[in-house]
């Protein structure tokens, strides 16, 4: 299966590949996206934050990678559900996206 590279981001360090299937005559579209420095940054952020300081309404609790957040959050809807999203950072699968301890979802 022939591969075409579309588009590098070397900054969000992303790259979508198409991928084309001539005996099926279609193609697959990949777009990966290597996370390991957000989440480096996340791991660090997470041991700054003085936990005795409270919370405010412009604390940045998390940072996303993009992939994860068009690819997954978006189309299943918990990008527009405030509940779902806060649920959601609450997962333990999810943890290295926070910058902040504490409980999100009520």
Do not use: C
């Amino acid at each position: 299966m022939p591969s075409i590279k579309l588009q590098s981001d070397p900054i969000r360090k992303k790259t979508t590949t198409m991928h084309i299937d001539r005996g099926a005559e279609g193609y697959v579209l990949e777009s990966k996206q290597d996370v390991t420095d957000i989440i480096e940054r996340n791991k660090a952020r997470m041991a700054l934050v003085d936990e005795n300081a409270g919370w405010n309404e412009w604390a940045q609790v998390a940072e996303i990678p993009v992939e994860v957040w068009y690819n997954h959050l978006v189309p299943s809807g918990i990008a527009s559900d405030e509940t779902r999203l806060r649920k959601w950072l609450d997962d333990r699968d999810n943890l290295l996206f926070r910058t902040r301890p504490g409980r999100m979802s009520k």
